[in-house]
């Protein structure tokens, strides 16, 4: 009987264990090099690694966590990645997939708490971040608004439209529809550019000003329209544009 199998699977377990960290000096080792110390001393690789736990046959976890922040441009991209893009990454299954959303929310989450304070609601640098994590990295154009209180206390967050990669269509009345729904006495809006340039276009100050006076109408406020991006941010409240 021929051994030319076996052969060929005892060099790919070769190689697979070669691209095991495990396999690696214990000092060099991401998890040993974050007890010893500490996670700001490491890489955005190695502690992305760490999350992903393992690699891939020929790849350890730091040279896949490399392949994913290089394929995202970073790692803002990479957990804000569709649960169905990052499926479809060599290497990545859905455990790796579904841990990276869970971070990602997590995270959002932990920005959205500090918000909690209702004064947080006028600070539009406070309020950019979050949407800066929620929205800065979708690959689509997307609108999206903050329902408020009387009192500047969130009552939810939603995206509304969803675009093609340089435009969305929104509809005033639905944003005043959904308000109505909730109870808002005050809304932000938010919507992203995924080229990267926050400055806002004619059509976003228009649909900002008749947004605004559409609310007024029926008591709600607008308190202030954010451009994001993962470059930055622009706030058409505190240019004066409302």
């Not at 006028?122 to 009387?150: I, Q």
Request: some cysteine; charged content about 20%.
């Amino acid at each position: 009987m021929s051994k030319q199998p076996e052969q060929k699977l005892a060099q790919n377990n070769t190689e697979a264990s070669g691209s095991v960290i495990a396999n690696w000096v214990e000092e060099e080792q991401p998890r040993t090099r974050l007890s010893r110390h500490g996670a700001a001393s490491m890489s955005t690789a190695e502690l992305l690694a760490i999350c992903l736990v393992s690699g891939v046959p020929g790849e350890d976890a730091v040279q896949l966590a490399r392949r994913l922040l290089w394929e995202f441009g970073g790692l803002g991209g990479v957990l804000a990645a569709p649960l169905p893009r990052l499926l479809d990454i060599r290497g990545v299954g859905m455990a790796k997939a579904t841990l990276l959303k869970a971070i990602q929310e997590l995270s959002v989450r932990d920005v959205e708490s500090q918000l909690s304070g209702a004064q947080k609601f006028e600070d539009p640098s406070a309020v950019a971040g979050y949407l800066r994590k929620r929205m800065g990295s979708l690959p689509h154009e997307a609108f999206a608004c903050l329902f408020l209180t009387a009192k500047h206390e969130q009552i939810g967050f939603e995206i509304l439209f969803r675009g093609s990669i340089d435009r969305t269509h929104v509809h005033a009345r639905e944003v005043l529809k959904r308000g109505l729904e909730l109870n808002a006495a005050a809304i932000i809006v938010c919507h992203n550019h995924p080229s990267g340039n926050t400055e806002p276009s004619q059509a976003d100050i228009a649909l900002t000003r008749s947004l605004s006076d559409l609310l007024d109408q029926v008591e709600i406020r607008l308190l202030d329209h954010i451009v994001v991006s993962t470059r930055g941010w622009v706030s058409l409240q505190s240019r004066g544009l409302i």
